[in-house]
């Protein structure tokens, strides 16, 4: 199972700053393992520049914002599992985990 506490990266081609998670967030994880899994899948998928289920143009814009140093957005969502919604901020300090509604 995975620990929501000790999320990790494995090679990333961003620094992510502090990963930090939602309340909203934190409390499924702790609750279903599954998401947890979901969270973590998740979260090493955006640090290597899949993003997940975004539009095409969301993801030439976050292409554009990995050169120039914009904020980064990724989308995903798995069969049975609330989507979420990762964001690293344009400086790099902390990337954060959401629902879409926590926005």
């Known amino acids: ?6 999320l990790f990266v494995i090679n990333p081609v961003f620094q992510t700053g502090e990963i930090v998670a939602t309340r909203g967030v934190y409390d499924q994880a702790l609750e279903d393992a599954a998401f947890a899994q979901f969270v973590q899948k998740s979260l090493n998928r ?3 520049g899949d993003w997940g289920s975004l539009p095409e143009e969301d ?8 050169r120039e140093g914009f904020r980064l957005l990724s989308a ?12 690293t901020e344009a400086d790099r300090s902390v990337t954060t985990i959401l629902f879409p509604d926590e926005y």
């Open 59 to 66: 993801k030439e814009e976050n292409e554009l914002s990995l």
């Open 1 to 6: 199972m995975i620990d929501i506490n000790t």
């Open 76 to 87: 995903y969502e798995a069969e049975d599992l609330p989507k979420i919604w990762i964001i």
């Open 46 to 48: 955006h640090v290597k």
